[in-house]
Structure formats: structure tokens, C-alpha cells
Nanobody
Framework: QVQLVDSGGGLVQAGGSLTLSCAAS????????LAWFRQGSGKERELVAARSWTGGSTYYAESVKGRFTISRDNAKNTVYLQMNSLKPEDTAVYYC????????????????WGQGTQVTVYE
């Protein structure tokens, strides 16, 4: 079983930055792909970014390319999402997730989830 604890959300003005963190624990959590999803009010869940445990594979949604960076500290078993140039449309609850790379990047619901952290971007 993998446990994920995500944090770092908050209220930020458009153009600002936030960094989300997700600490993973559990017997095999180190080998999973870690990812960030988001779900805005009235919107479908969206995969924002993902990074394989080796770092050899990375995914970004088109809407965040060039603005968001996913990084992973395998020694701490933690994944980060650095969010720059935030826009009001980035407002959502952000969830950390863990599973295999294929499960993350296809339309399969990942097995393991964090509790979510709210990001609100205002004009």
C-alpha cells in the first residue's frame, strides 16, 4: 500500500508561483510513477504532469507546458510541482497520484491518491 501526502496549495495572484509537494511512503512507492492531477469546479479531472521514478519519462499537459515543472527527489520519495505564471484557469484541487507509467498516462484511474490541495489563482 502506498500513502501519499500532498501539500503546498494556497491563494496566489495571477502571474505568481506556487510549489506543491507530495511525500510518498509504502513498500514499493519508490518504483512508481508520481503524477499530479487537477480538478476544477465543474470540470473533469486532468493529468497535469507525471514523472517516472527513473526520471526518464516526463509528461506535461499542453495547458501547463513551459509554466509548470515536475521534479522528483527519490532519496526523499517526494515529487514536486513548481507552478509559475499561474492563471485563473489553473484554479483547481491538485492531487498527487502514484501507479505505473502506463496507468498514469492512459485513461486508467491510478490506484493511489493524495488527499488533494487547493490552488486558487485570482486576477
Amino acid at each position: 500500500q502506498v500513502q501519499l501526502v500532498d501539500s503546498g496549495g494556497g491563494l496566489v495572484q495571477a502571474g505568481g508561483s506556487l510549489t506543491l509537494s507530495c511525500a510518498a511512503s509504502g513498500g514499493t512507492s519508490k518504483v512508481y510513477t508520481l503524477a499530479w492531477f487537477r480538478q476544477g469546479s465543474g470540470k473533469e479531472r486532468e493529468l497535469v504532469a507525471a514523472r517516472s521514478w527513473t526520471g526518464g519519462s516526463t509528461y506535461y499537459a499542453e495547458s501547463v507546458k513551459g509554466r509548470f515543472t515536475i521534479s522528483r527527489d527519490n532519496a526523499k520519495n517526494t515529487v514536486y510541482l513548481q507552478m509559475n505564471s499561474l492563471k485563473p484557469e489553473d484554479t483547481a484541487v491538485y492531487y498527487c497520484a502514484a501507479d505505473s507509467w502506463n496507468s498514469i498516462v492512459t485513461n486508467t484511474t491510478p490506484r493511489f491518491w493524495g488527499q488533494g490541495t487547493q490552488v486558487t489563482v485570482y486576477e
